[in-house]
């Protein structure tokens, strides 16, 4: 079991080595996040009141998703010219307008420059994150699972949106990494039952006790 991240290494690699069963989306995380999983998820730690007014659990994580769409472009985009732009050091929710609970695209850009000596440009990056810069390949999903995005960037922008926009948790109980393992046992069962869980256990050798 692999990520797919956003290289399309592990896509060429399923064609050629059986035994590599990666997961839906760019993670294990994303491929939770936009399954039932990720709606239990929200409904348990969110508002009910607030997720009424916003349209339901699944309107509110459709909108926390568009905000990861310029995020995906750039990570492509660093994958395909080399920049090795320092996402990891940039802190996503702190570029997240909170009353909109939509990214500061050029802020988010400024930052990853900052932190990565091979960036360039800030305008370059924001042309990559608004599209207006043509990728040689789209980050997609080849089993169909969209948009595609990283786990743990969703997580730090749904941690964001429960403490005001569709919630009242405190910052530090919605960190990523909390919320990381609550979503991993909300979908424990759905990935055994899943399409992708049948298959694993198939290739493991084993009889799937679900159909």
Request: aromatic letters at 6%; one cysteine or more.
């Amino acid at each position: 079991m692999v990520d797919r991240d956003f290289d399309h290494g592990v896509d060429e690699g399923e064609w050629n080595e059986s035994s590599i069963h990666a997961y839906e989306n760019a993670d294990m995380e994303a491929m939770l996040a936009v399954s039932k999983a990720g709606v239990d998820l929200l409904l348990e730690l969110g508002s009910r009141e607030k997720l009424e007014q916003l349209g339901g659990a699944r309107n509110v994580i459709a909108r926390l998703l568009e905000n990861l769409a310029p995020i995906t472009l750039l990570r492509r985009a660093s994958v395909e010219n080399g920049w090795g732009l320092a996402f990891d050091q940039v802190d996503l929710a702190g570029k997240i307008d909170r009353k909109t609970m939509t990214l500061k695209v050029r802020p988010y850009c400024a930052a990853l420059a900052d932190k990565t000596d091979s960036a360039p440009e800030v305008s370059v990056l924001v042309d990559y994150a608004l599209g207006a810069r043509i990728l040689d390949r789209e980050p997609i999903c080849p089993r169909g699972s969209a948009p595609y995005f990283r786990g743990r960037d969703f997580l730090a922008v749904l941690g964001v949106a429960l403490c005001g926009f569709c919630g009242s948790k405190r910052s530090q109980s919605v960190m990523a990494e909390n919320l990381e393992a609550a979503l991993r046992l909300a979908g424990a069962y759905e990935l055994r039952i899943s399409s992708w869980g049948a298959e694993l256990l198939e290739l493991l050798g084993a009889v799937p006790e679900y159909s």
